[in-house]
Every structure is written in C-alpha cells, then in structure tokens.
C-alpha cells in the first residue's frame, strides 16, 4: 500500500528505495527530502525534524527535572544519613538503658538482702533487749522500793526501813536486808524512793505480804523523829523494784487499764500481770503488744 511522504506528500512506494521512517512518530520521508545522505544512515534511530524539535524543546524541562531529582537523592542521603545516626544514638541510648536497667535491678536485689538483714537484725536486737532486761530485771528479785517515807539530812536509812518494817509489824535486823539507799533526786522535789535489797528473796515475799495486809500504811505510822507535819497523811507505797524499761511498760498498762476499764493490774516477781475480770485468763505483759491481747 503506497504512502505519501510527509514532507513533499507525494507517492512513496514500496519498490522505493530512497525511504526512512521516523522512529519517533512513524511518518515516512523521502531521503532527499529530509536531505540524508544515501550512505551511513542507522535508520533505527533516526528521527524527523519535527520531533527532533520537540525532543529539543523538552530536554531543559528534562535537565530541570532531573536537577531536581538529584537534589532530592542527595537530600534523601543527608535524611539516611541523619536516620542512620539517629539509629545508632538510639541504640547506644538502649546499651545505657540496659545498663542502668541492670544497675537497677541490682541494687534492688540489694536493697531487699539489706531490708532483710536489718529486719533479722531489729529482731536480734529486741531480743537481746528482751534477754538484758529479763536479767536485770532478775538480779533485782530479791529488792523492793519504798516510796512516800519523808526524806531528813543524815538520815540513816537503814533505820528508815526497819521502821518502816516495824509500822507493817515485822522485825528486820540487819541480817536480813543486804543494803538500802535513797534513788536519785525526783522532779517533782518529792521524797526520794528507798530501794532495798533483801538477803533472801523469802523476806522480800514477806515484807510485800505485810504491806498488802496493811493498806493504809502512812507516814503517821512511823516513829516522831522520822514523820514530816506537812505530810503526816501521806500513804507509803512498797512495791517491787523494776527496771526502766518495765516501769515504764508498768504505766503504759495503768493508762490501758484505765482506758480499757481492765479491772485487775499487779506485779509479781517482776512481771506485769493483767487480768479483765474475774473470770478472764491472766495476761503475762512483756511488751506494749501483749496488752491488746488482754480480753
């Protein structure tokens, strides 16, 4: 089927042999018409004027795109670049973490032996505040202390106590007490207590019999000399001598009694011992805690 040339538009036919088409947009010429050469032409890739043109026209759009696209790779390496120390300060902030982590945790673990030993440790310590205050408590068997009884300058305060011993009807020599003294000075600028240390704990036991025979022992029951007119009515109090730690457990179990309305709080053999009622169990008190057990 012949075809025309696109630039004379006359007749071009098979048979011819002075014909090229344009790879780009197909239209076939005649080779003196496009004035090529009839030698070394790669008809493959040539192209007509027109397009040739239009490939001309493109490549600054071309040239700026592809700037553009350079621009944007190498900004995209800067952003790989920054990613990738990005990653890497991540992954040192993860190795610290660890660390700190498994710092973290080993002080913990340490913190826990350590919260455990002092526990043990509190446990041992009250125990042998417990066993100091069981023996002190123990070499004090054998002593009561007097308290109430008028204190006068160089008193001889074994007289003292054998007075007292005599208002309660019992005789006590000097065989039988070991030795007696005034404690320290109270602050309330009443007559120091006597402490007194009996041979035997058997005259101890005696001497406190007497004394709850006799309830209402006062100062008016001892001899003139040794009686005080502004406290002639003054009640003496014997009871057993406790240690610090006991005396004071002694008034924290008066408070709760009161509060509590217990009805039974005595000492015996230096224990403090409570009892609700009539009918209720005696509580043995050793510490603060036992008293919330008295029912």
Sequence with gaps: M??????????ITRLDNDKINCTNCEMMFHTRCVNLPDVNINKDIWKCENCVI????????????????????????????SLNLCYEKIEDCNLILKKQEQTLVEHLERIELLETNNSTL?????????????????????CVE???????????????VQAVGTALGLNLDSYTIDTCHRLKKNFNNQPRNIIVKFVRRLDKEEFLRCRRIKRN????????????????????YINESLTFYNRQLCAKARAFKREKNIKFLWIRNGKILMRANENSKIFHIASETDLNDVH
């Design 2 to 11: 012949p075809s025309n040339c696109n630039k004379c538009k006359n007749n």
């Design 54 to 81: 239009k490939v001309k026209s493109k490549e600054p759009i071309l040239d700026e795109i592809l700037k553009e696209l350079r621009l944007l790779r190498s900004e995209h390496a800067e952003v790989q670049k």
């Design 122 to 142: 509190r446990k041992e310590n009250l125990e042998l505040k417990r066993q100091i205050n069981d023996l002190e408590q123990y070499s004090r068997t054998n």
């Design 146 to 160: 007097i308290s109430g009884v008028p204190e006068f300058k160089d008193e001889n305060t074994m007289s003292v």
């Design 217 to 236: 022992l006062s100062v008016n029951d001892l001899p003139g000399d040794m009686r005080n007119p502004a406290n002639s009515n003054n009640t003496i």
